[in-house]
């Protein structure tokens, strides 16, 4: 069975950083292309950082410079370190893991974590 769990979300001040963790457990992260995405109230889920099984990462436009996404393969999790915050980066945090292969196509999800940026 595969789990992807998020932790490190919560309540920040604008300005402030927060760095969230997915560890996953049944997959190895190496082996998925790996990215965290966020959905605010009233929009749709969006792509806000990836990397790929041999390191390559992306990032959307509106967080370059300000988030960083990593992998430690020892520990099978991936970070999101998030600096600079701003209320616009309110939002719940998705961890998602997706690989693709002639035996088929593999989307793993985890639950969330809210991410809170205010004053």
């Known amino acids: 069975q595969v789990q992807l769990v998020e932790s490190g979300g919560g309540l920040v001040q604008p300005g402030g950083s927060l760095r969230l963790s997915c560890t996953a457990s049944?997959?190895?992260?190496?082996?998925?292309?790996t990215g965290w995405y966020r959905q605010a109230p009233g929009k749709q889920r969006e792509l806000v950082a990836g990397?790929?099984?041999?390191?390559?990462?992306n990032y959307a436009d509106s967080v370059k410079g300000r988030f960083t996404i990593s992998r430690d393969s020892a520990q099978n999790t991936v970070y999101l370190q998030m600096s600079s915050l701003k209320p616009d980066d309110t939002a719940v945090y998705y961890c998602?893991?997706?690989?693709?292969?002639?035996?088929?196509?593999?989307?793993?999800w985890g639950q969330g974590t809210q991410v809170t940026v205010s004053s």
């Open positions: 998602n893991a997706y690989a693709s292969s002639w035996s088929g196509v593999y989307d793993y």
């Open positions: 049944g997959i190895i992260f190496s082996s998925y292309r």
């Open positions: 990397i790929t099984g041999d390191g390559n990462t």
